[in-house]
């Protein structure tokens, strides 16, 4: 699973349900800084519940306090990229559109890369 900002918001549920399934989770989750790292907490609760289950990696674009800083990339995805994983990413356009072509250039197949839109609304036209 990969999240920027406040994607996190749909994902964490879904992270929760394939811990208590039994599943292997890796999170990877992208903020500004740890001031801005949306339910840090709840995470940290997740580690805690499932230490042998849940692996996270947590990117910072500004604050060295983090797994990594600077962006979610090509190095770092491959670092993390279980063997036939299936991949959910939710965080703003730009960001899924990277993460969707770093793993796309991974070898991870159309059929297991998933993502969801969740952020500002727009404007809907009627038809």
Known sequence: MVSGGVGQTPLLPMARQALAEGRQVTYVHAALDAEHHAF????????????????????YEN???????????????????PASARCYFVGPHGFMETVNRELSQLGVPDTHRHYEYFGPARTLTAA
């Open 63 to 81: 604050d060295d306090g983090a797994d990594h800083r600077g962006w979610i990339d090509h190095a770092l995805l491959a670092t993390c990229l």
């Open 40 to 59: 840090a907490d709840a995470l940290d609760t997740l580690e805690a519940t499932y230490p042998d289950a849940l692996r996270t990696l947590t990117v």
